[in-house]
């Protein structure tokens, strides 16, 4: 188990939400209740977040930072980078597939979507806020975040981590419509 002051100094950044999007679709895709996919696909972003993803050291430049002043880092571009990067990636995939498969408006895809990046939503606005209330999920995120890398002792690259997790959403494309 991880002392209090592991997590709470826990270093990295999440796996793309576009990731959990897509898995999350795949998963309202092939389930009929609302619940279950939600239930499902928030356990699911768990499951996906144990696995390396080359954002370790990308996160220890985040995170390391006072919020205060992390404005004034240079860091802050590379995170800032990241994280928009993937936010308009999401908001044009969700828009393309929103305007172009009416499947995908099925509320059972809708809540299974919202359970497949709140995980990550709440790790944010704990971060944002120090919420007192999102403290323990915060921790328990972290965690399991790290779980399989600290057994590793080792994370991929950066370019590694992201060709891993294009490959990983480019699958789940794939799964939604030809499974």
Same mark, same amino acid.
């Given at each position: ?58 996160? +220890? ?65 704990? +971060? ?24 590793? +002792? ?26």
């Amino acid at each position: 188990m991880y002392a209090i002051s592991r997590v709470d100094n826990c270093k990295h950044l999440n796996m793309f939400i576009t990731v959990h999007a897509a898995t999350a679709m795949v998963v309202g895709s092939k389930i009929q209740s609302a619940p279950l996919a939600f239930l499902i696909s928030f356990l699911l972003h768990f499951v996906f977040d144990i696995i390396p993803h080359g954002d370790k050291e990308l996160g +220890k430049k985040f995170f390391g930072l006072d919020l205060r002043k992390f404005r004034e880092h240079d860091d802050f571009r590379a995170i800032a980078l990241y994280g928009t990067l993937d936010a308009c990636f999401l908001a044009v995939f969700l828009a393309f597939m929103f305007k172009n498969f009416a499947f995908v408006r099925d509320d059972t895809i809708i809540w299974a979507i919202i359970g497949g990046i709140l995980p990550d939503i709440l790790v944010a606005f704990y +971060k944002l806020t120090n919420s007192k209330y999102l403290r323990w999920f915060y921790n328990l995120h972290n965690r399991n975040h790290l779980w399989l890398l600290d057994k590793m +002792k080792k994370d991929l690259s950066v370019k590694l981590g992201i060709i891993w997790q294009a490959t990983v959403w480019l699958l789940m494309v794939f799964l939604l419509f030809y499974l």
